[in-house]
């Protein structure tokens, strides 16, 4: 694991699986469209919550690519899920800015329902294609701008699925962290 603390939030990474978060407020769901359970992050995170949290999730179905909507997480060790539709990389443009939106949408929906820690997978990286490096560089940058604005978030975790994930993340923490010192 990789850390680093920025005025007292501190930013991590992992290898693991999204859907096995104990001790986490909330979990960010790689989301399709229409919020189902499908391949990868989301299915993995539908499969381990239940039934209930497609049930919830019609209601806000279809989303467009940036956006995030925020649900109960029934049967994961979490008590939320925010759902992310990430852009398809050479589809929906501007890939960097609808990824970041991505992230800040998260933080905001984090911040208004008080979540003092939050797991994020690599988002856009699988099915859509987004390249794990660049897709990496905006989560980061992302996520260390908005640090200032936090209120209630203390952690910020990123579970990387495979080795190769975790070390491009780590890597790339790795250079953040250097800069800002």
Not at 26 to 33: D, I, L, P, W, Y
Not at 54 to 71: D, H, L, Q, Y
């Amino acid at each position: 694991m990789t850390s680093i603390t920025i005025s007292q939030i501190k930013v991590e990474c992992i290898k693991g699986n999204i859907a096995a978060q104990a001790g986490i407020d909330a979990v960010v769901n790689a989301a399709n469209a229409w919020l189902k359970p499908g391949g990868g992050v989301a299915g993995a995170i539908h499969r381990a919550a239940g039934p209930e949290l497609e049930k919830e999730c019609r209601k806000f179905a279809p989303i467009k690519p940036g956006a995030a909507v925020i649900t109960s997480a029934y049967n994961l060790p979490n008590r939320y899920v925010i759902h992310c539709l990430g852009p398809v990389y050479g589809v929906d443009r501007p890939e960097a800015e609808l990824l970041s939106q991505c992230y800040q949408n998260a933080l905001r929906l984090a911040e208004e329902h008080r979540v003092e820690s939050i797991a994020f997978p690599a988002l856009a990286t699988g099915y859509f294609g987004y390249p794990i490096a660049a897709a990496t560089e905006v989560a980061l940058r992302t996520i260390i701008n908005a640090i200032p604005q936090l209120k209630s978030i203390k952690l910020i975790r990123f579970v990387l699925y495979s080795e190769n994930d975790l070390k491009v993340y780590e890597q790339a923490l790795s250079r953040f962290a250097t800069a800002i010192k």
